[in-house]
């Protein structure tokens, strides 16, 4: 709980400046900027995240420096930022590092459907996770389960939902740079997903051979780009993907167990 603290109204107030805190949010994603914050030539500011995403600076069309904005990183890291839900009851205030974790997990929050990661949700969902069940089984029947384990195809920008262990948990794969990525991600703190493992395995027609890996399952609020380059999540180049078809379609399986 060291980066946990419980203030009163009364202390929010006084302890943050809420026009710094409008400093801090990037102009494209409006979240808070984690750094490194990077400047365009004129000085605006952009999140590490969003910076890779834009050609030119979104406030005054100018190019990216590489420039860093040594001060405003420096705020950042010693600033203490309150909870998205603070008007719902969420009085804590967290640093730069655990905002971000502490929103997809605050009990007064609403969550975005995982199945905008390849935008089939057609209603771009949010809500609260007690509510994201009912929500699955409506919008999302073919790839909702209430199992620990799947099996199917590897197909590229597939989502699944998995509700169980009283946890919400979403199987992602991806084509990337002729690699094929699988990740599972537990709708919770990294904390709580390091708690669950996940066996992937790739299986071969002749029933002989096939490639499995266990990996540790990742948080849901953790940077995808982040875990693919990290090497925590199951990857195979695209030859061997290819080799393990068997008409067509990877026999490709998943499985879930807790950690005890
Ligand atoms: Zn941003
Ligand atoms: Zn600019
Ligand atoms: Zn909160
Ligand atoms: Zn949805």
Known sequence: MCNTFVLDMDELSRDFNDALLKEMECPVCMDYMVPPIKMC?????ICS??????????????EFSEIR??????????????????????????SIEHIAEHHTVCVYGKIKCPFILNKTCKSAWSGFKSDLKEHAKVAHPGCFFELPSIRGLYADGIVSLLSYFGEFFVRYQRKRNGKVYAVVLLIGS??????????????AANGIEQISNTFLVQSYSEDLEKIFNSGKCFCV????????????????????????
Do not use: M
């Not at 904005?69 to 967290?94: D, M, W």
């Not at 990294?190 to 299986?203: D, G, N, Q």
């Not at 290819?242 to 499985?255: C, G, K, P, V």
């Open 69 to 94: 904005n040594v001060a405003l990183e420096h705020i950042a890291r010693s600033q203490k930022y309150p909870c998205a839900n603070r008007q719902h009851g969420c009085l804590e205030l967290f």
């Open 41 to 45: 030539t004129n000085g605006h500011n």
């Open 190 to 203: 990294s904390s709580e997903a390091s708690k669950y493992k996940c066996e992937f395995a790739l299986c």
């Open 49 to 62: 995240k969003c910076r890779g995403r834009v050609t030119f600076c979104p406030t005054c069309r100018a």
């Open 237 to 260: 180049d695209e030859a061997v993907r290819r080799y393990f078809l068997i008409e067509n379609i990877s026999n490709f399986a998943i499985r879930l167990s807790p950690i005890h």
